[in-house]
C-alpha cells in the first residue's frame, strides 16, 4: 500500500497490493470519489529512462523545552534519472529550467 501522509483533500491515493508478477489496485481522487482500477507490471524496455524517487516526512517540536511545543510537519517528494546520455541530460537540463523558473514566480 502506498499513501501520502498529508491530510490536504486534493492529494490523490494509490491502495495497490504486489505479487511476483504484477502491481493492481486503485487510484482516487478522494474518499468520496470512484475508485479507477489498475494494474501494472515492470518494464524491461531498455530504451525507457529510469528514474529513482526520494520521498520523506517527519516531524518536529519548534519550542522543544516547551512543555506543550507547537510541532511542525514535513513532506516532500522528487524524481530524478537514474542514468546520463543525451536523452537524460536533455531531461535534468528541462526540470532544472522549470523549477527556477517556478521559483522565481514566487517571489
Not at 501522509?5 to 511476483?20: K, Q, V, Y
Not at 511542525?72 to 522549470?98: D, G, H, L, M
Amino acid at each position: 500500500m502506498a499513501f501520502s501522509r498529508s491530510t490536504d483533500p486534493a492529494n490523490e491515493e494509490f491502495l495497490f497490493g504486489i505479487n511476483t508478477e504484477n502491481y493492481s489496485g486503485e487510484w482516487r481522487k478522494n474518499d468520496s470519489g470512484k475508485a479507477l482500477v489498475f494494474t501494472a507490471t515492470e518494464s524491461t524496455d531498455t530504451s525507457l529512462i529510469p528514474f529513482t524517487m526520494a520521498y520523506t516526512y517527519g516531524e518536529t517540536k519548534l519550542k522543544p523545552s516547551m512543555k506543550e511545543s507547537p510541532t511542525a510537519t514535513y513532506e516532500a517528494a522528487s524524481v530524478w534519472p537514474q542514468t546520463n546520455s543525451a536523452r537524460v541530460s536533455f531531461i535534468k537540463k528541462f526540470i532544472n529550467e522549470v523549477l527556477v523558473r517556478n521559483m522565481g514566480r514566487r517571489k
